[in-house]
């Protein structure tokens, strides 16, 4: 089965300064696919990043990028000059490769990641 | 830029009714989901949808719920008979056809069953 845990229920940093969020997960498929979603708020889930498992370079999306760890089954976030906007629950997923009339690849997540930004 | 909509914004219910959420997916994508996420936890999958049929459900997904795709733009979940325990969160995705592509998901139905 797979699971997605994040052991910080809740972070804190300054506006401007760098935050990691961590996350592990365990799964017996060797092609799938993780994810950073980010839910204010208005409870609304978005994309942050994206990030293949057969792919070793981490992603990157302007401030936001990942620590992959594939052997170690972590996938950390971190969050470089942090503003007020970036203060809500983060939720890491895990979602297979969909089989094509199988698997639709449903993604799973973890308990998510309160994150405040101090100003 | 398209967007998943969800339809009603908040819904409230006494035990025992049955309801209906709509989702109207991103109008070339052909995979849809349900998801939903109880206050104060994480979101769980509920059922996963393609070609008029549904392919995967998890064990939340029991014979109380059901999903449609009526007319080729709506995407339905209907709860028959509500219990207490059905008040969450309801988000709605869509996914395009490629396996890469990442899902896209509604602004959520608020259920709350009195």
């Known amino acids: 089965a797979q699971t997605v845990t994040q052991s910080q229920p809740e972070m804190s940093v300054q506006e401007a300064e760098t935050v990691t969020l961590s996350c592990t997960y365990d799964?017996?498929?060797?092609?799938?696919?993780l994810f950073w979603y980010k839910q204010p708020p208005s409870r609304q889930m978005i994309l942050v990043i994206r990030?293949?498992?057969?792919?070793?370079q981490n992603a990157t999306e302007n401030r936001f990028s990942v620590n992959f760890q594939k052997a170690a089954k972590s996938f950390s976030l971190k969050i470089s000059d942090s503003q007020l906007g970036d203060a809500a629950m983060y939720f890491c997923?895990?979602?297979?490769?969909?089989?094509?009339?199988?698997?639709?690849?449903?993604?799973?997540f973890g308990k998510g990641t309160k994150l405040s930004v101090k100003p | 830029e398209p967007e998943v909509t969800q339809t009603p914004s908040h819904q409230v219910t006494q035990m025992g009714q049955e309801v209906i959420l709509r989702c109207v997916p991103i109008?070339?994508?052909?995979?849809f989901y349900w998801y939903r996420q109880i206050l104060g936890q994480k979101v769980e999958f509920l059922v996963s949808?393609?070609?008029?049929?549904?392919?995967?459900k998890s064990e939340i997904f029991d014979d109380q719920f059901s999903v449609e795709r009526p007319d080729g733009s709506n995407f339905t979940l209907k709860i028959r008979s509500t219990k207490l325990e059905d008040s969450a969160m309801y988000f709605c995705?869509?996914?395009?056809?490629?396996?890469?592509?990442?899902?896209?998901f509604g602004p959520g139905t608020r259920l709350t069953v009195l």
């Open positions: 995705a869509s996914r395009g056809v490629s396996s890469y592509n990442e899902q896209f």
């Open positions: 799964t017996s498929e060797s092609d799938y696919y």
């Open positions: 990030q293949e498992a057969y792919k070793q």
């Open positions: 997923a895990n979602r297979r490769r969909p089989n094509y009339g199988g698997s639709q690849g449903n993604l799973i």
């Open positions: 109008s070339n994508h052909l995979y």
């Open positions: 949808f393609y070609n008029n049929e549904i392919s995967e």
